[in-house]
């Protein structure tokens, strides 16, 4: 199998989000012991299996290092980038996961429709939340909410940037509570006026992942949330940026269309690539 290390949502290297990518051709998937295994030796929050359908059509798993996930927007960015540099994919492309079939768009600029989105849960008691954030007594105008675009994340408002970037947050904490709502991280955002939609952090430790550069299906999820309680329009394009605090930060393109389906799309750069010998 080959494999590719593709840095999501930047056009330079070493900026972004980085994503393994594992071509395998028209084979079936290995075991998921073994894309664990991989995965946990690429050491990259999320590494995507592709398995080709068609050159329209492609089948992807995704996994942490320490297991399958539904879903990872900026894996899939990667990949998609990846197989249009390859000459393998442009244009729409059907892509087949276990959050659902996706319409996504290969080229330079990537552009992947997410899962349908929805509201999951409001939560009332937000007091442990802040204070796994260590921000005590924050009572913020918008509601914290769990919402979806293929996983679970909980968006959680602070009061601005500079709040933002001072987070430290109680990992053991944050993994406790994203398991107790059946979640899968702290996805922390500042309203800003300075051309961004948002200021975004995302603490997913439950998974292994203390703090990730730049993630797709959350920041889908945040357009939703966002335009469900007013904060921006229910049609439009919008622009997040993540991963300043890391040193590898990223744009995140979003759209929402009339009938409320979301994109999440950006640029994405491939850094290198190698191969896999298993006997």
């Known amino acids: 199998m080959k494999y590719y290390i593709v840095d999501a949502f930047t056009d330079r290297p070493f900026g972004g989000n980085p994503a393994g990518v594992v071509l395998i051709g028209e084979a079936m998937f290995p075991a998921n012991g073994l894309m664990t295994q991989v995965a946990a030796e690429l050491r990259y ?16 798993c995704y996994f ?18 990846l197989l249009h540099k390859l000459g393998l994919a442009a244009g729409r492309c059907l892509c087949h996961t276990l959050a659902g079939d996706l319409v996504v768009e290969a080229g ?3 552009l992947m429709q997410m899962a349908a989105p929805h509201i999951v849960e409001t939560i009332d008691d937000i007091s442990p939340i802040y204070r796994a954030l260590d921000i005590d ?23 601005d940037v500079v709040t933002l970037n001072a987070l430290q947050p ?12 059946n979640t899968c991280s702290f996805h922390v955002f500042a309203i800003t006026d300075d051309g961004h939609t948002a200021h975004v952090r995302d603490f997913a430790p439950l998974y292994g992942i203390p ?21 921006i329009p229910k049609q439009g394009n919008f622009c997040f940026i993540q991963g300043e605090t890391m ?9 929402i ?14 850094l290198a690539s190698g191969d896999l010998f298993m006997d």
């Open 45 to 60: 929050s999320e590494t995507s299996f592709v398995r080709c359908v068609s050159p329209t059509e492609y089948h992807l």
């Open 64 to 81: 942490t290092p320490k297991g399958e996930v539904d879903l990872c927007g900026h894996a899939t960015v990667a990949t998609f980038s």
């Open 108 to 110: 330079e600029r990537v």
């Open 137 to 159: 007594g924050y009572r913020p105008e918008l509601p914290v909410q769990v919402a979806y675009a293929g996983l679970n994340d909980i968006m959680i408002p602070v009061s």
């Open 170 to 181: 109680d990992m053991e904490a944050v993994a406790s509570i994203t398991k107790e709502h």
């Open 211 to 231: 703090e990730e550069s730049a993630t797709g299906t959350a920041n889908a999820a945040l357009t939703h949330y966002l335009a469900t309680n007013g904060v």
């Open 247 to 255: 040193g590898r930060p990223s744009l995140i393109a979003t759209r």
């Open 257 to 270: 269309t009339l009938d409320g389906t979301i994109y999440v799309g950006g640029t994405a750069y491939l």
